[in-house]
Nanobody
Framework: QLQVVESGGGLVQPGGSLRLSCAASGFTLDNYAIGWFRQGPGKEREGVSC????????NYADSVKGRFTISRDNAKNTVYLQMNSLKPEDTSVYYC????WGWGLVAYEYDYWGQGTQVTVSS
């Protein structure tokens, strides 16, 4: 069964940092573009960032540009989302998703989804 699993969420103060990880189970991520999405309370799911299979192309939502960095280590079968200068409005459940043919920050492009990891930014 193909799965992606997120980890690394938690509680952090405003201005702090967290690094989320997305690991694959049952397949290798080498050929897949990976996206990070988030869904806050009462909000729609939004795209945060994505990275191509090679890591050569990335994309970010305007709300996180300059603060978040996506990267991948295909040898470890893992994609990371480094989140710096966190704000209370970043509080959400963060999901990673994989796509073989798709691209971008829209959810329908992605085929395999994780269960999410909670990120809470609060003092």
């Amino acid at each position: 069964q193909l799965q992606v699993v997120e980890s690394g969420g938690g509680l952090v103060q405003p201005g702090g940092s967290l690094r989320l990880s997305c690991a694959a189970s049952g397949f290798t991520l080498d050929n897949y573009a990976i996206g990070w999405f988030r869904q806050g309370p009462g909000k729609e799911r939004e795209g945060v960032s994505c990275i191509s299979s090679s890591g050569g192309s990335t994309n970010y939502a305007d709300s996180v540009k300059g603060r978040f960095t996506i990267s991948r280590d295909n040898a470890k079968n893992t994609v990371y989302l480094q989140m710096n200068s966190l704000k209370p409005e970043d509080t959400s459940v963060y999901y990673c998703a994989a796509t073989l043919w798709g691209w971008g920050l829209v959810a329908y492009e992605y085929d395999y989804w994780g269960q999410g990891t909670q990120v809470t930014v609060s003092s």
